[in-house]
């Protein structure tokens, strides 16, 4: 794939409403320059002059591991408000970066999922994106903590961990959203796992699961509502465990999902807290906001009670 994101619109994009320094401080891009949006960042860069945006710092990288690098270098240099130019994973390493900082993160929700962009209101459409995160509200909001990195929708281990582990870049700059609904179906026919699970010091769980889930928001993974009661800012985390070990199972158990609440189904269990502890009987794959880590044996997550400021829709929006 070519690291150039210049498209051709047919017309020069019109800059969106006029902004004064005083309002937004010092304005910073971090961008994923393999992933794409509207006009791509030549667009970007033009509404954020259009929008009366002078002092920009911009940063670009080929991957998103690289950004918490360039946030730092942006919150070194002032930088009070932070437009992410990616998908979730790049949204997550940012806002890793950011958590506890007075910055402000503005989500361009430029990658297959777009999963916080989604679960918070902004669409897929630049001019809107770059207009929220100039003028929005500003909502401050819980991550989640695993592993030494925050999240911000969701993290897991056991089939979620494989799905998204299977479902690389490749595969998914192939098929998009369809690489999870393929690697899910790999992976449904997994056995499951044996696991102990205690929240805020509390035997939970003890038993078979296929997988564990932590969620800050509602809709995860495939756009799975999975959290019917989740909020980005009730100072806790969802935990879900799920038993279901094969296709009729899961058939059961997504079915439910979509039609009805999650913990309506006998495959799934769901509580919450603000620290959970899990061991497992053998080393499984772990996940955050969709980018697979490694195989763990125990996992110690963690809520970040108002870790993050975002740039959000104004209500009714």
Not at 42 to 48: G, M
Not at 196 to 216: K, M, P, Q, T, Y
Request: aromatic share 6%.
């Amino acid at each position: 794939m070519t690291s150039t994101m210049t498209a051709e619109p047919a017309a020069a994009p019109t800059p969106g409403p006029a902004v004064t320094p005083a309002q937004v401080a010092r304005v910073a891009v971090v961008a994923h320059r393999k992933k794409s949006l509207g006009g791509g960042l030549d667009e970007l860069r033009s509404r954020l002059r259009g929008a009366g945006i002078e002092d920009l710092l911009w940063y670009e990288v080929p991957k998103s591991r690289k950004a918490p690098k360039k946030v730092r270098k942006a919150l070194d240099k002032g930088a009070e408000l932070i437009f992410v130019w990616g998908g979730d994973g790049m949204v997550q390493r940012c806002s890793d970066a950011l958590a506890g900082s007075d910055a402000a993160l503005a989500i361009l929700p430029a990658g297959t999922a777009n999963l916080l962009a989604s679960n918070l209101g902004i669409p897929e459409d630049l001019a809107e994106a770059v207009r929220i995160g100039l003028t929005g509200p500003r909502r401050r909001l819980d991550l989640g903590r695993l592993g030494g990195e925050h999240f911000a929708v969701m993290a897991g281990a056991g089939f979620d961990g494989e799905m998204i582990r299977d479902a690389d870049r490749d595969l998914k700059d192939r098929l998009g959203r369809l690489a999870y609904v393929w690697t899910g179906l790999r992976h449904v026919r997994s056995e499951t796992t044996r696991m102990r699970i205690r929240v805020d010091g509390a035997d939970w769980f003890e038993g078979e699961a296929s997988c564990v889930l932590f969620g800050n928001v509602g809709t995860i993974t495939g756009g799975i509502p999975a959290f019917d009661d989740a909020r980005p800012d009730d100072g806790c985390l969802e935990v879900g465990v799920a038993t279901a070990s094969g296709v009729l199972d899961w058939v059961r158990t997504l079915g439910q999902m979509a039609v009805g609440r999650s913990d309506s189904s006998p495959f799934v269990r769901i509580t919450r807290g603000r620290k959970i502890n899990v061991r497992f009987a053998e080393p499984m794959t772990y996940e955050l906001d969709g980018g697979a880590r490694d195989r763990v044996t125990r996992l110690k997550a963690r809520v970040a009670p108002g870790a993050l400021t975002v740039c959000v829709p104004e209500e009714g929006s």
